[in-house]
C-alpha cells in the first residue's frame, strides 16, 4: 500500500519569501503524486499533479513540484509567497483506485 | 460542470438517529468516492465506487452504509453513530478507477456533529 510523509508539519513565512514544503512517499508501482491546497473554509482544491514525462510540473497560483524517483520525493515549491497562500496543504500518493494523503503542511503567510 | 455538490453543509444528529449524506455529479465521472476528514487531520478514504459498484471498503464501520444508485449520485446512509465520528465527510469524483491519469474532484464536505 502506498503512504506519504510530509515533514513540515507548521511552516510560517514573511510575504515574498520562497517556500518549499516537503513530500516522500512510499509505493511500489506506478505512481500519480499529486499536491491539493484548502484554502480556510473551502474545499480541497488541486494545485498540481504528475503523471509522466518532465519531472518538473507547473501548478496554478506559481506553484510547482519536482518528482525525484531516486530519493521518492515530490517537493512543492513557490519562488515567493503571498499573505493567500495561507492554506493547508496536502502532498498525495495514487496507486491503483486509491488517492492517500500527507498530514499535511499549514502555511502561515504574515503580510 | 466540473462541481461535485454535497447535501447537507452540516448535519447534526444524535446516537440512535438514522440519516443520509448525499453527493452529486454530473461530470460522466464513473468512480466516486466517500473520504473522512477529522479537525486538522488528511482525508482518510473510506469508500470507492467504480461503474457503480463497491471496489473499496476501508474496513469502515457497518454504521456507515455506502449506496451508488446511478452513476451521478453517491449516498452515505448513517445509522447510531459515535461522538468520535463527527468530522467532515467529503466526495469526490474521478475518470474510471485503475487509469492512471485521473485527478479526485472534491465537493465542499458535510461537516457531521454527532451528540
Known amino acids: 500500500a502506498q503512504s506519504v510523509s510530509q515533514h513540515n508539519h507548521h511552516v510560517i513565512l514573511s510575504e515574498a519569501a520562497s517556500l518549499e514544503l516537503g513530500c516522500n512517499y512510499s509505493y511500489g508501482g506506478t505512481v500519480n503524486l499529486f499536491w491539493y491546497v484548502q484554502y480556510p473554509g473551502q474545499h480541497l482544491q488541486l494545485l498540481l499533479k504528475?503523471?509522466?514525462?518532465?519531472?518538473l510540473v507547473k501548478g496554478i497560483k506559481g506553484f510547482e513540484a519536482e518528482f525525484i524517483k531516486s530519493k521518492f520525493s515530490f517537493n512543492l515549491r513557490k519562488p515567493s509567497v503571498q499573505w493567500s497562500d495561507t492554506a493547508e496543504y496536502f502532498c498525495?500518493?495514487?496507486?491503483?483506485?486509491?488517492?492517500?494523503f500527507g498530514t499535511g503542511t499549514r502555511l502561515l503567510v504574515s503580510p | 460542470d466540473t462541481e461535485v455538490t454535497q447535501t447537507p453543509k452540516h448535519l447534526v444528529m444524535g446516537m440512535t438517529n438514522k440519516k443520509s449524506l448525499k453527493c452529486e455529479q454530473h461530470m460522466g465521472h464513473r468512480a466516486m468516492y466517500w473520504y473522512k476528514q477529522k479537525a486538522k487531520k488528511p482525508p482518510e478514504l473510506m469508500f470507492v465506487?467504480?461503474?457503480?459498484?463497491?471496489?473499496i471498503n476501508e474496513s469502515v464501520p457497518s454504521r456507515f452504509s455506502p449506496e451508488c444508485p446511478n452513476s451521478s449520485l453517491l449516498n452515505l446512509h448513517l445509522h447510531a453513530l459515535q461522538p468520535e465520528d463527527s468530522a467532515l465527510y467529503l466526495c469526490?469524483?474521478?475518470?474510471?478507477?485503475?487509469?492512471?491519469?485521473?485527478?479526485?474532484?472534491f465537493g465542499s464536505g458535510t461537516q457531521l456533529s454527532v451528540l
Open positions: 504528475y503523471f509522466s514525462g518532465d519531472p
Open positions: 469526490a469524483s474521478s475518470q474510471p478507477g485503475g487509469a492512471t491519469n485521473e485527478k479526485l474532484f
Open positions: 498525495a500518493v495514487k496507486g491503483f483506485q486509491k488517492l492517500v
Open positions: 465506487y467504480s461503474y457503480e459498484k463497491l471496489s
